[in-house]
């Protein structure tokens, strides 16, 4: 294949790559946009393999089998709600692909390298490296194969930011002078550390965060290897990659009250350290006819699902529960809180799946306005996303995080198996208000049995 035709199927890759962070950024358009994606990196890869500089295809095989041997089982096996590790484990590869890319360019061309390269090469190996470390310790803290709390100690900051500035600073060392190979290794071997060091005094709650923060740090050292290699889409794509995964961080920091600050410096995660103080007051439990008798009165219903319905994956019975209420004339919307479930967009996804049309779905900031209208509020498995101690609780781990209203409906109903608290850990005064009716049981049994009294009193009538 001619450089030119390469080059212009780079050109393609790279539009497709935009108009798929465009079109995910909608649900009616999320299928398409990960059509554009995957046909984008289709094209990208089948380009640079056709390229001249391709010298045989054996090893390029090898790793396309091993690549595949663990990536499809992968895909197929891992279930929604371990999603946030699974991508972190993701990045720790691509992190290691692009940190190796630049360990190997560095060796080849020592001492040849211009300083652009140099540089180009240090950013790509001291972000791989610390992402490498960094992933594979996120994906640890939330299978909780290593310890969820944040540990940490005085002068951790301080510590930390002192390994990365002497990577960096040997990396200067390297662009003035590559022919000093001995400080190389040094450098891998500090950002491996500063990457375990980074996520250690951050908490397990905290962590998808990070995982935006890291899929931000991968893409930026896939852009460099881009400038090391001379390899435009990888310059594009990592630059997408970078900047999306970056804003993706901000957006959720800002969802769950973190500053963005606190995410770069890592010094978050200490909500599990504050355990709960217990809310006092009587829990009023209902069985679901009774709830049904009240739900058939209902002019608007508002649903709001959280991690509980992904856990009992019940998103196929709430979709009949919406279907049944409808039918009998009730309105009803859904309440996506930004944070809810376990990653970004996890509600819509789940819903999507079920078939649940767009324009019931409502974002926190449009659902909120509506919940004095609303006479129920369901709550299907969700907890800290309708924890009013965020609201009303000065001190509490999620004082200040924005949730969901449902304590301004006439009646809430809160679907769950037991008075444990969610992810944050805190317990939930939403429980014992007088207008909630706590329904306990698994989220797909109860919203069964919701959906079973609905139909059955219109078979009845
Ligand atoms: P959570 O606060 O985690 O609460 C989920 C509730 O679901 C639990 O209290 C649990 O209570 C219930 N549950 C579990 N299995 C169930 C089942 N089979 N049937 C019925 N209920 C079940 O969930 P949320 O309200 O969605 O909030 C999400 C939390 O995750 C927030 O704290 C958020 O900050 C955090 N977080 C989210 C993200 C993203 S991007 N979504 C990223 C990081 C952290 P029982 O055990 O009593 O059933």
Redesign the pocket.
């Known amino acids: 294949m001619s450089e030119q035709a390469v080059q212009i199927a780079y050109l393609v890759a790279g539009v497709l790559f935009v108009l798929a962070l465009r079109w995910l950024s909608s649900p009616p358009t999320a299928r398409r946009g990960v059509a554009a994606g995957e046909i984008g990196f289709l094209v990208a890869v089948v380009a640079t393999l056709l390229r001249s500089e391709v010298v045989t295809y054996e090893w390029i095989l090898i790793g396309l089998f091993a690549g595949s041997a663990i990536g499809v089982p992968l895909g197929l096996l891992v279930p929604m709600t371990a999603m946030?590790q699974r991508i972190a484990l993701s990045h720790a590869f691509g992190a290691l692909a692009a940190a190796l890319v630049g360990i190997a360019e560095f060796y080849l061309r020592t001492p040849h390298l211009s300083k652009v390269t140099m540089t180009a090469i240090g950013v790509e190996v001291v972000l791989g490296a610390l992402t490498f470390t960094g992933s594979l310790m996120a994906a640890g803290k939330l299978q909780e194969v290593l310890p969820q709390r944040p540990i940490t100690w005085r002068g951790q900051n301080f510590v930390n930011l002192s390994i990365l500035a002497a990577a960096l600073a040997l990396v200067g060392v390297l662009v003035a002078d590559p022919s000093q190979t001995a400080l190389f290794p040094v450098v891998i071997v500090l950002s491996l550390a500063f990457g375990v060091l980074l996520i250690i005094p951050i908490g397990g709650?905290?962590?998808?965060?990070v995982i935006?923060l890291l899929n931000s740090y991968a893409g930026l050292s896939g852009a460099a290897m881009g400038f090391a290699i001379d390899n435009k889409i990888l310059i594009v794509a990592g630059a997408l990659d970078g900047a999306s995964g970056l804003l993706l961080s901000i957006i959720?920091s800002r969802?769950?009250n973190r500053s963005f600050r606190n995410v770069l410096f890592g010094a978050f995660g200490k909500v599990q350290a504050q355990a709960a103080e217990g809310v006092d007051g009587a829990v009023q439990t209902a069985e679901p006819d009774e709830a049904a008798e009240l739900l058939k009165m209902a002019r608007l219903v508002i649903i709001?699902?959280?991690?509980?319905?992904?856990?009992?994956q019940?998103q196929y019975m709430v979709r009949q529960l919406s279907d049944a209420l409808g039918e009998k004339g009730v309105e009803v919307k859904f309440a996506i809180?930004?944070?809810?479930?376990?990653?970004?967009?996890?509600?819509n996804v789940l819903l999507a799946e079920a078939n649940v049309g767009y324009d019931q779905l409502f974002d926190m900031d449009q659902i909120n306005p509506e919940f004095p209208r609303a006479d129920v509020a369901i709550?299907?498995?969700?907890?800290?996303?309708?924890?009013p101690a965020a609201k009303n609780t000065p001190g509490s781990p999620?004082y200040g995080?924005p949730v969901l209203n449902v304590d301004q409906a006439q009646t809430v109903m809160v679907?769950?198996?037991?008075?444990?608290?969610?992810?944050?850990g805190i317990d939930?005064e939403l429980f014992v208000n007088p207008k909630t009716m706590m329904i306990?049981?698994?989220?797909?049994?109860?919203v069964g049995a919701l959906v079973e009294e609905l139909t059955r009193s219109r078979a009845s009538l």
């Open positions: 946030p709650a905290d962590m998808p965060t935006s959720m969802a769950m709001v699902p959280g991690y509980g319905m992904a856990v009992a019940a809180h930004p944070v809810a479930g376990r990653m970004p967009g996890h509600m709550v299907v498995g969700a907890n800290d996303v309708v924890n999620i995080m679907i769950k198996r037991s008075m444990a608290p969610g992810f944050a939930n306990f049981g698994d989220a797909k049994a109860v």
